[in-house]
Protein backbone atom coordinates (compact mmCIF):
# COMPACT_ATOMS: atom_id res chain seq x y z
CA UNK A 1 0.00 0.00 0.00
CA UNK A 2 0.98 3.69 -1.11
CA UNK A 3 1.51 6.14 2.02
CA UNK A 4 -2.09 6.15 4.18
CA UNK A 5 -1.17 10.05 4.28
CA UNK A 6 -1.15 10.49 0.16
CA UNK A 7 -4.08 7.36 -0.08
CA UNK A 8 -6.23 9.76 2.56
CA UNK A 9 -5.65 12.86 0.23
CA UNK A 10 -6.30 11.18 -2.70
CA UNK A 11 -9.61 9.52 -2.20
CA UNK A 12 -11.06 12.69 -0.71
CA UNK A 13 -9.83 14.60 -3.51
CA UNK A 14 -11.34 12.08 -5.67
CA UNK A 15 -14.92 11.84 -4.23
CA UNK A 16 -15.07 15.83 -3.90
CA UNK A 17 -14.99 15.92 -7.92
CA UNK A 18 -18.69 14.27 -7.57
CA UNK A 19 -22.24 15.21 -6.15
CA UNK A 20 -22.95 11.82 -5.31
CA UNK A 21 -22.93 10.85 -1.50
CA UNK A 22 -19.89 8.90 -1.42
CA UNK A 23 -19.69 6.55 2.16
CA UNK A 24 -17.19 4.29 3.18
CA UNK A 25 -18.14 1.77 5.35
CA UNK A 26 -16.06 -0.35 8.17
CA UNK A 27 -17.53 -2.57 10.51
CA UNK A 28 -20.36 -0.86 12.04
CA UNK A 29 -19.08 3.25 11.08
CA UNK A 30 -19.89 4.97 8.20
CA UNK A 31 -17.66 7.82 7.08
CA UNK A 32 -18.02 10.50 4.29
CA UNK A 33 -15.25 10.08 2.11
CA UNK A 34 -15.42 13.57 1.08
CA UNK A 35 -13.52 14.12 5.00
CA UNK A 36 -10.01 13.88 5.25
CA UNK A 37 -10.48 13.89 8.96
CA UNK A 38 -13.03 10.96 9.12
CA UNK A 39 -11.02 8.87 6.71
CA UNK A 40 -7.28 9.68 8.75
CA UNK A 41 -9.57 8.03 11.85
CA UNK A 42 -10.86 4.99 9.81
CA UNK A 43 -8.62 4.02 6.87
CA UNK A 44 -6.58 1.07 7.88
CA UNK A 45 -4.67 -1.11 5.08
CA UNK A 46 -5.68 -3.97 6.36
CA UNK A 47 -9.10 -3.67 6.83
CA UNK A 48 -11.68 -4.33 4.03
CA UNK A 49 -14.22 -1.79 3.26
CA UNK A 50 -17.53 -1.08 1.23
CA UNK A 51 -18.76 2.13 -0.57
CA UNK A 52 -22.01 3.15 -1.18
CA UNK A 53 -22.50 5.81 -3.78
CA UNK A 54 -25.75 7.48 -4.38
CA UNK A 55 -26.69 10.15 -6.72
CA UNK A 56 -26.84 11.60 -10.25
CA UNK A 57 -23.39 11.01 -11.08
CA UNK A 58 -22.98 7.82 -8.96
CA UNK A 59 -21.62 5.50 -12.02
CA UNK A 60 -18.79 8.38 -12.78
CA UNK A 61 -18.49 8.00 -8.98
CA UNK A 62 -18.13 4.06 -8.44
CA UNK A 63 -15.71 3.77 -11.31
CA UNK A 64 -12.86 6.56 -10.03
CA UNK A 65 -13.41 5.57 -6.69
CA UNK A 66 -12.65 2.05 -7.49
CA UNK A 67 -10.06 3.61 -9.67
CA UNK A 68 -8.52 5.26 -6.60
CA UNK A 69 -8.90 2.54 -4.15
CA UNK A 70 -7.18 -0.09 -6.26
CA UNK A 71 -4.45 2.37 -6.77
CA UNK A 72 -3.51 1.91 -3.26
CA UNK A 73 -4.20 -0.89 -2.45
CA UNK A 74 -7.17 -1.14 -0.54
CA UNK A 75 -9.42 -3.54 0.29
CA UNK A 76 -12.79 -2.37 -1.16
CA UNK A 77 -16.34 -3.45 -2.53
CA UNK A 78 -18.69 -1.04 -4.43
CA UNK A 79 -22.15 -1.95 -2.54
CA UNK A 80 -24.95 -2.35 -5.18
CA UNK A 81 -28.46 -0.52 -4.35
Known amino acids: MSSNN?????IAQTASKFNSSIVLQADNKY???KSIL????TLVSSQS??????????EEAKK???????KHGLKFTVVAE
Not at 6 to 10: F, G, R, S, T
Not at 64 to 70: I, Q, T
Request: proline fraction near 0%; charge should be negative.
Open 6 to 10: AAIVD
Open 31 to 33: IDV
Open 64 to 70: AMSEVFA
Open 38 to 41: GLFT
Open 49 to 58: YELHVHGADA
